[in-house]
């Protein structure tokens, strides 16, 4: 069955750390670009990052540059983002979202909620 | 960055009547080399997360029904659903990914009306 689970959400003060993880299943992790998308609650879909299928090429939001690290294991058939010098404007739920070579956005998984709060 | 604009932001329909919803880039996302359009639409309901609806503009993802159908090209595009069902009712989002980073519309909210 094709999934994929994030974990790793949670409370975190301003200024903290958190790392995501994201276990896929069911397909051959290794032959896709991954990629984090968010939601902010009551809000819409923003695009956060992106790496290719062995790692060596990632992109980032202008608003998480500098600040969050894309990285996958194919290994491990996992793919993390972790997030430094959190922001309030970060809370939202993160989705772990796979692409072919097609680029469109074929399997979601269900999100992890990061909340930024004092 | 590419811009995507949706129209309308909400949208009320009746049972078994069309719903349209518009989406409109700030550039081009046809790709003259393949002729395709980066464009594809996803489908939002409550406490769910996206599901792809349809890529290439117009292709249409396996196991989704043929009510929904995608249309346009260049910067114009457009989601119609021939017969509005109960379980449609969602959010819709519309999305570029001919570069990066990519983008999505604002989203359509659609009910029953």
């Known amino acids: 069955q094709l999934q994929l689970v994030e974990s790793g959400g949670g409370v975190v003060q301003p200024g903290g750390s958190l790392r995501l993880s994201c276990a896929a299943s069911?397909?051959?992790?290794?032959?896709?670009?991954m990629h984090w998308v968010r939601q902010a609650p009551g809000k819409g879909l923003e695009w956060v990052a992106v790496?290719?299928?062995?790692?060596?090429?990632?992109h980032y939001a202008d608003s998480v540059k500098g600040r969050f690290t894309i990285s996958r294991d194919n290994s491990k058939n996992t793919l993390y983002l972790q997030m430094n010098s959190l922001r309030a404007e970060d809370t939202a739920v993160y989705y772990c979202?796979?692409?072919?070579?097609?680029?469109?956005?074929?399997?979601w998984g269900r999100g992890t909620l990061v909340a930024v709060s004092s | 960055d590419i811009v995507m604009t949706q129209s309308p932001d909400s949208l009320a329909v009746s049972l078994g009547e069309r719903a349209t919803i518009n989406c409109k880039s700030s550039?081009?996302?046809?790709?003259?080399?393949?002729?395709?359009?980066?464009l594809a639409w996803y489908q939002q309901k409550p406490g769910q997360p996206p599901k792809l609806l349809i890529y290439?503009?117009?292709t249409r993802e396996s196991g989704v029904p043929d009510r929904f159908t995608g249309s346009g090209s260049g910067t114009d595009f457009t989601l119609t659903i021939s017969s509005l069902q109960a379980e449609d009712v969602a959010v819709y989002y519309c999305?570029?990914?001919?570069?990066?980073?990519?983008?999505f519309g604002q989203g359509t909210k659609l009910e029953i009306k």
């Open positions: 290439w503009a117009s």
């Open positions: 550039q081009s996302v046809l790709y003259n080399s393949n002729n395709k359009n980066y």
């Open positions: 999305q570029q990914y001919y570069s990066i980073p990519d983008t």
């Open positions: 790496t290719s299928q062995d790692g060596s090429t990632k």
């Open positions: 069911g397909f051959s992790f290794s032959y896709y670009n």
């Open positions: 979202v796979r692409s072919g070579i097609d680029w469109h956005f074929d399997l």
